[in-house]
Every structure is written in C-alpha cells, then in structure tokens.
C-alpha cells in the first residue's frame, strides 16, 4: 500500500507538489499456465482488497471523463473509482449497479481495452487504469459479503411485458422493466437462463455460479423465468401480444452456426463451436461421467476461426486433454478480432496459431471420421468492407495438416425460427432483426437488441441496447392513452 | 424468491416388451402445440443430457404427452427405473416440423423400434385424409414384438416382418416389402413412410427409388439442443445442409444424400456397440 500512497490520489489539495503518476497498473494474479490447462477453474483470480485499492489509487479523477463516455452503458467510472480510493466498496457497489445489473459478468468479459481503458486519460502515457478488474473486484466484494443490494421498485403497473430470450440483452429489459413497476416474464428455449454467458464462455473465464447469481437477482425483482419454451414453437410472438402481454422485447441473440461449405465437412469429429461449446459448458462435459451429456475428442484438435469464440474453444479443447491445438485463421495475427488478452492466454496454454491460411477440405479416415484437412495458404490483398485486407488465396499453396477434430468458428447468424413464423417482422438479408429508434421493430409493440440485431457484438452493447429499448417500453407502456 | 425450476411430473409409465417402454409425461404447454412426427427433448435430472424422443401420443384435454423408448444406454436406464409420479427436470417440445400430412392414395408404412408407436400418430393422421394404409411391423422376435393393435387400429392392413432372435434385423421388412413392391404399379403404392433405425431407413429407400415412390424417413442423427443452435443434427439433403431438429425429422429418402457420413456421426458415441433394437451392427456398411 505504502507506494501506492507516494503515488497520490490526484486529490490532493492545489498547491501541494503534483503528484507523480504510477503509470504501471498492479498485476491481477492469474493460474500459472502449467496449472490451468489441467482445469477448468478461473484463470484470473481477481485482485485482493489491496490490490484494488493500490489500482484505484492511481486513478488522477481526470475532469474529462473520458472513460465513462467509452462505457457503452455509460457507467459512472471515476465515481466508483473515487469511492474506492476513500475505502468504501460498498458505495462503489451502488453506483456500479445504478448503470449495470450485470457487473460481476462484464468486469469479466467486456473488452474494455477497447472501451473504458480504451479511452482512459492515462492511455497515453502508460498503463490506463485497470477498470474491468475494478469492477469485477466490486461484484466479487458483494457477492462475497453477501450483502446484494436490491433497489426500490415502483409500484404495479398492471402492464405485463414479455421478453424472449435470457442473455445479457434480454436480462438488462427485464430487470429495468421490473423495477420500474411491469409485470415481466422471461421465456427461455434452453433448460438453463443466461444465454451465451452459460452455453458459450467458458467456466474459466466466466464461472456460472456467477451468472446463475445474476439470473437470480433478475428473479428476485419479480421477474418470472419461464425456461424450457420455445417462442416460436410453444408461443408465437402474435399469441404473445394478443394474450396478456402490453408489449415484447426479443433478445433471441445469434445462435445459428455457420459452416464453410467445403468438402467433407460434415465428416465425424467436425464440430461446430457451438456444439462443442454447448456440450462442454452448458452440459458440463468435462465433468462427465458426473454430468451425463459427453464430448468425444481425439488429440489433434484444429480451430477455425479468430475471434473470442475460437480461442474458448481451443482453450477447452486443451483442458479436455487434446495434445495438439490449432487456431487456423486466414488474416494475420493484428486482423484476430478476439481479445489481445484472451489471444495471450491461448498462447501461454501452448495454443498453436497458424496464420494466413483457410481449410478447402476435410479428408476422411475411411470410415467418415475426419482425419487431416487440406488448406490453403492466403495473401493480404485491398482492404473489404470491414476495413480489414482481405485474404486472397495463393494457387498451389495447398498443404495437409492431419488433424483427428475440428471444431468450426466462423461466427453465428440469428436463428430464423423466430422471424420464420412472424412474417410481418422485418430482417435484414443477414436474418438479423432491423430496429429503429429504442430499438423498436416494424411490427408494433415488439422491441429488439442484443445479437439477433447485431449479428453477434459484445455482452456490455446487448446491454446496451436493452437498457434504451426498455427506456422506450417503458415510455410506451406509461403512455395511459394506451 | 421465485422458483425458477419446474418439474414434469410421470403420469402413467408402462412396460411394453422387454426394453421398452411408454412413459406419459404432464407438460400441457408441450401437449397444446403437438403434431404428428414432432419430437420432445427430455433432461432426467439436473446433471442429465438432453435426449430426443418421438411423441407417440397426446392429450391435449389433461394436457400429457407420451413417447415410447428404448433402454440403450445411461438416460433410457435411468428412466426406466422411474415411476409415475418420479418428475423429470426439463420437458421441451414439441420440436421439429409436423410430418407432412395430406391424401396421397395408397401409404406404405414400415415401422419398427420405437417407430411402431411413435408412426401410429402420423397414420391417424393420414387415415383421416383418406389414405389407405398397409403397415409393416418389424420386430426381431416374438418377445419382443408389441405395439401390433395400436398399430392395427390405424391401419387397413397390417403385415408381420418378425425375425429370427434377431437375426436379418434390416432386411426382415424388406420381404414383405419386396413383394408390394412386385405388385406395383398394378396394386399401386403412392407413399411409403419409414421409421426405425437409420439402417432401415436407408436400404427401404433404396429399395423404393427405382419405383420412383415417394419414400418419407424420419431421421435421428445426434442432437444436443433440438432448436438449429449447435448443427450436431445436421444432415446432408440434395447437396445442402440441413438440420435435422428444424428442417426435419421427416426427409425424403431419395434426397438424402450422405447416408454413410450419417451413420458415422449417429454412431460418435457408440464405439463398438450399439444395443438399440432395430440398430444392429451386424452387417451395417459402416463397420
Ligand atoms: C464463445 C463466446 C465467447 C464470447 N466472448 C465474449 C467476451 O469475452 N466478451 C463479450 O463482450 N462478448 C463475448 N461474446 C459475445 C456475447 O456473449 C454476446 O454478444 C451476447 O451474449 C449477446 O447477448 P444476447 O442477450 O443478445 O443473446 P444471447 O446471449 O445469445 O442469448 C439469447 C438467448 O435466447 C434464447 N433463445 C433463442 N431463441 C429463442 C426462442 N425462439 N425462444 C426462447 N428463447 C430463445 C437462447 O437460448 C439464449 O439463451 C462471446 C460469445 C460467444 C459465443
Ligand atoms: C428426433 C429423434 C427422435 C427420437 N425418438 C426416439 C423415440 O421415440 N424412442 C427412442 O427410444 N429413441 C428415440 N430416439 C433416439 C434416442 O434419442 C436415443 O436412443 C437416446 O438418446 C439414447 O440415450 P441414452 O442416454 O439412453 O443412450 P446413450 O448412452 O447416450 O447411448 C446409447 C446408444 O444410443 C445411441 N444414441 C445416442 N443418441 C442417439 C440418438 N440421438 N438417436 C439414436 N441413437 C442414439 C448411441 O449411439 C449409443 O449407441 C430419437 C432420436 C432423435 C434424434
Ligand atoms: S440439435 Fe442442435 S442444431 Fe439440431
């Protein structure tokens, strides 16, 4: 603590000498490579009271704000930050919740490098102040302490509203929803609530105690969470809105699987992130036999794909044991849209990145297992229309890497089973759903956000969006016209 | 605190031969929306997998739901060894799209395994249109044959393919088959619907193809979610993928085009053995 003092506070009184800026920020302790790739416990294990304090301490309390304007969800940064620097965790706690129901999850998964920290005064000259580490501190602290605070909510509107899908999107409408005196009811195809922060990121990176809490705390505002039901299948969205519901919020993400069309790709032992993310996750594979549902895979393991979902994947292949693990992406390591610190821990856990290069085909062993891939060797040519140099394949570069498991990740498009059976629901050709203004859809009383109008983005913009949408469901429902 | 978990309790369980079984479930959510040839995805317990079944029967009226399995491995077990008024954690359905329903003049059914009970509602459904239907029941012996009056009741003809202790599993029906098939186009058949195991499956729709009868199969590749999210199900028809839990079960035989690749992955987790009645290994082209 001691040179943390030294450093200041950046309040101290004018007049006084200008404090000296600590431009490192303090190191949040992590399993040692060796370690964790044997299990699925977290890999960062969050900073101590502290370490926090020391990290908090170095924040100057710029005027500017600037971080606070790279939130997505415009989180009131520098005051929690100032809170902690005075010790009181517990302050911190209510003005991180003001803003984010969510904080335990987006401390950890957000990527503020690109937000916040992004933005952060002290980007320029040093290390920005660690806010994500910050913040997952805050939610660990209450969760710990046990003291979960719950806010006012407004008295009964008689005004039901339901909201389709439980990710972080569709959490974020019903808490606001509730709290501001609706009736909410949550349906969820899955057996579980949580959406992609249950069947997709990994235990190691986000444990689900964590988001069942969460889904907990929605609960307990008075939301009801109606798992196992299909909209689209149980309920139509029109039975919906000529039932007892006022208005709908979708948040039915982006769960549909892409595949890359080529050659054999539908051999044994080719997976698709989401099958392989589902199975060892949701349904705790890795702990099977204890956990019923299996995931079958050899010791070669090849990822296709660069983003965050390809390095879970890789990274789960390596805890279930495989030897070998190959990220293959055709662009080059700057191009890689997952997180730089996720890319880091990949290579740390012995991950093997093979750049500039894209499968044409998958051979089989024989008997319709999957046994090496073909690829091909790519160049950057013009930049496409993601600004990013499109990769342009190089004739006769072909090669073979034999490989016993591939697990697919060229991203997700939303599912089309729900705008299948609403016709008068307007999407874009990419299948996502087109909103205006607070997220409203063509069709009346049904909003929209998170994945299923992104095509895929971040947990903190599915937030986001579900925070304005509910401000506009909720100025509608309030409308007594109505 | 609201109870977020709701249960699914058994209403009636009932043993039909050795190894199978019918379980009724109480799920009117389930019940209310279901249509012939949709399935349900079933979870024991909280540690359990999602496992896919045919609904076999509905009440819409005491909102229950039935299907007919087969002990094969670790859930079909686990099941077995419950009773009515056990709950089961999780009951989603009805999945899949409803088999295609409409007169087409003289249907065909082969039905064995679990197909036996669970073909009944789509040839209710059929009869009601004003189809005529000749039912083939295969079993791979007399023990172990059951389901014949409901399948009786809902059919104009009904022929018995029941082999040896088992032996000739995939082919027993194909007898019979055959010579309907000598008949043709004298006797016309108009549709021949299968379901049974994959093997089945496939040789009834090679049989068919060169008589150019439409020839609808119901189709179980491996699924996880059973709502088109992880593509475990997915199937190659006419050269494009589908999934099996959305753009199926029911396909065309004559369309399918990756029969082997099909089997291969049906059978990731079977290793050696598979035990499921109507899926011998025995001769399969795939081992
Ligand atoms: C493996 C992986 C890793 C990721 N890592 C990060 C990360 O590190 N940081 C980050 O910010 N973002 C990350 N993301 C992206 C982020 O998780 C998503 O952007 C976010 O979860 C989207 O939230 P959502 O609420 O829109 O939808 P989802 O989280 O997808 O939730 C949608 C829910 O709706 C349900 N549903 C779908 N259809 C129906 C229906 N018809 N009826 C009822 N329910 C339905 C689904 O089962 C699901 O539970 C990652 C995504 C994946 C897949
Ligand atoms: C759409 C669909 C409808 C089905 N309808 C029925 C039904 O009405 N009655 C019934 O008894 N079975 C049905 N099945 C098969 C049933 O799902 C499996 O028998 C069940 O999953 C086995 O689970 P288990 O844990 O007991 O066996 P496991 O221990 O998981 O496996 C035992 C054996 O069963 C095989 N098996 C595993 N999963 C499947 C599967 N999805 N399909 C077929 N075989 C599988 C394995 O290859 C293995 O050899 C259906 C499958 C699908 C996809
Ligand atoms: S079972 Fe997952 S897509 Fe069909």
Known sequence: MSASDKAGTGLDEPGDKKPKINLNRVEMPKQSPGERKHNFEEVATGYTVEMAMEEARRCIQCKKRNCQQGCPVNIDIPDFIRSLQQGDVESASRILKSKTSLPGICGRVCPQELQCEHACSLNKKGAPIAIGRLERFIADWERMEGAVSTPEIAPSTGKCVAVVGTGPSGLTVASDLAIRGHRVTMFEALHVAGGVLMYGIPEFRLPKEIVQREVQYVASLGVDIRLDTVIGINYSLDELLNTKYHAVYLATGAGLPQFLRVPGENLNMIYSANEFLTRTNLMKAYLYPEYATPVKMGKRVAVIGGGNVAMDSARCAVRLGARDVY??????????????????????????????????????DGRNNVAAMELIRMQLGEPDASGRRRPVPIPGSEYVLDVDTVVVSLGTSPNPLLASTTPDLETSRRGTVIVGEGGRTSKARVWAGGDIVSGGATVISAMGEGRLAASSMHAFLSDSKR | MKEVVRMFPITAHEHLAPKVHRMTVKAPVVAEKARPGQFVIVIVDEKGERVPFTISGWDTAAGTVEFVYIEVGKTTRQLAALK?????AHFVGPLGIAAQVDYFGHVVAVASGYGISALVPILRAYREMGNSITSILQAPDRERLFGREELEAVSDRLILAVGERGEEMATSATRPLRKLLGNHPREPLHRVVVMGSICLMRVISELTRPHAIKTVVHLTPLMVDGTGMCGACRLSIKGANRFACVHGPEFDGHEVDGWDVLMARRCTYADTSVHQQGFQCRGCSQW
Request: glycine share 6%; with cysteine; hydrophobic share 35%.
């Open chain 2, 84 to 88: 009515a008024g056990d709950e089961l």
């Open chain 1, 327 to 364: 990220i293959i992406y055709r662009r080059t390591r700057q191009e890689m849209p997952a997180r730089f610190e996720e890319v880091e821990n990949a290579e740390e856990e012995g991950i093997h990145f093979h750049f500039l290069c894209s499968p044409t085909g998958f051979i089989s």
